[in-house]
């Protein structure tokens, strides 16, 4: 595709049956009002079609690099397959991520004044370890078989 050729994606006319699908569910909900949730199915519709639109132009997978809370709750180990199991891992590494970095502000911010104390230290250990035994507990529970 040259510079100023316009991507397939961005032409409705050249849309797979499918692309089109999304994009027609997108359009309904657009006219279904104003609310932060509709909104939040916009976003997911929108990135659902991009990634279709994707895999349909041969655009190669990259991996997103995980962050720190992904990292600590093994966000991509997921033998069962289970939806749940995702989401408890990411609302679990949001929050780890939400304590990391309010962590990293105050520590950028810190002067002799208003040091960093041994006990937000020792806070932002146990709430970091506290959130990963936490979603090991739900997954757990989520898996369980008995």
Do not use: C
Request: charged content about 25%; cysteine-free.
């Amino acid at each position: 595709m040259s510079d100023n050729q316009v991507p397939r994606r961005a032409v409705l006319e050249q849309l797979t049956t499918e692309e089109l699908a999304i994009y027609d569910t997108i359009q309904a909900i657009e006219k279904l009002g104003a609310d932060s949730r509709l909104t939040n199915i916009i976003v997911q519709l929108t990135e659902a079609k991009n990634n279709l639109s994707d895999y349909v132009d041969g655009v190669p997978l990259v991996e997103r690099p995980l962050t720190r809370g992904q990292e600590l709750v093994g966000f991509r180990f997921n033998p069962s397959g289970l939806n749940e199991v995702d989401k408890a891992k990411q609302l679990s590494a949001d929050l780890i991520d939400i304590v990391l970095d309010n962590h990293d502000i105050k520590i950028a911010n810190a002067t002799a004044e208003n040091p960093i104390t041994y006990d937000r230290n020792i806070l932002k250990t146990l709430a970091v370890t506290t959130l990963v035994q936490a979603q090991m507990a739900v997954v757990k529970i989520l898996t369980w078989t008995k």
